[in-house]
């Protein structure tokens, strides 16, 4: 046999294509799944955490005002740094003049005052669940000395995190014409804040916060669904923005990322992207169809202390599908080489593939789950003759 041939390897997963807005496909009696809702927003993306599959999307580029959802990469980089050890949440931070409260005195706020010590921790919480963007400022002088500083970091953030299309002039959100992003860059970043930094992230799920004796809600109202187990994230709304939300959400082994952008109010903002949870987890499933270190294949190894070796995945493979056709899913497998000893375990030595029907839907590393050593002179001879004549 040809080792650089693919074999074959019949299993039973489930997959099938998937939908982008405006497409349409023939539904059958076992992939009963529609087209994605219609959203009445500018722009909206559903992704899934895990796998970064698209679920569904409409204008997910185009350059919008990102307003409040600004301050999730605040809040990122407040949670790196933290992380980091660079900043602890018990440091002490003097509000300046330029975060004073009354610098805000028509948008979101902490209600903070000039010369007040106030934590990290009750600043991000500022942050995140009361929105405030004289709390933005606070932290962002803390970090960077100046909000100009923090800026440059949220920018050199957001290029190495993938968001192409997204710039940021401020930490907080007010109208500036040269703050744009997208929903799907704002989909990447929930992705990095939610799997960067965990602890950070648990604060999303907070509905309420009292400072200075000022109680405030969470404007995210898909916390308080019960019929979805929403953790986050963040609101956004001025008059050039309108009402956008980002949320998540969990079900299962699944998470789905919801961002929604632009809608003409704070009830419509949340309607849209329920829709779009209830749709992604009724219809796809994320799964991994090779645990860590399960046997995949077993092959011929040359010149080593035993003829055959286990091959496999040294990680988990998780893939989003349509459901209801795990039966459909076939895999096959291709070396690229001749398997001859020593081999170590965690080597690559070919590709995994999964297919659906005759098109490839994902490919994984196939690595060595065992070392090989190689053999005494006389095996590796005798080994090398009937290699000759294979």
Known sequence: MNTYSRIFIACSFGVASFLAAG???PLTASQMTPQPPEVNARGFILMDYHTGAVLAEGNADQLLAPASLTKMMTSYIIGTEIKNGTIKPSDPVTITENAWAKQY???????????ETISVEELNRGIIVQSGNDACVAMAEHIAGTEGAFVELMNAHAVRLGMDNSNFTNSHGLPDENQRTTARDMAKLSVALIRDTPEEYKIYAEKEYVFNGIKQYNRNGLLWDKSLNVDGIKTGHTSEAGYSLVTSATKDDMRLISVVMGTESAKIREAENKKLLTYGFRFFETFSP?????KFAEQRVWQGTKETITLGVLSETPITLQRNQRKDLKADFKLNQELVAPISKGQVLGTV????????????????LEDIEQAGLFSRL???VKMRFQ
Do not use: H, N, R
């Open 23 to 25: 497409q349409t496909a």
């Open 105 to 115: 005195s028509d948008s979101s706020k902490m209600f903070i005052e000039v010369g």
């Open 290 to 294: 090779y645990k860590a270190g399960e």
């Open 353 to 368: 593939y999964l297919k659906l029907g005759d098109k490839d839907i994902a490919e994984f590393p196939l690595v060595a």
């Open 382 to 384: 005798v080994d090398m």
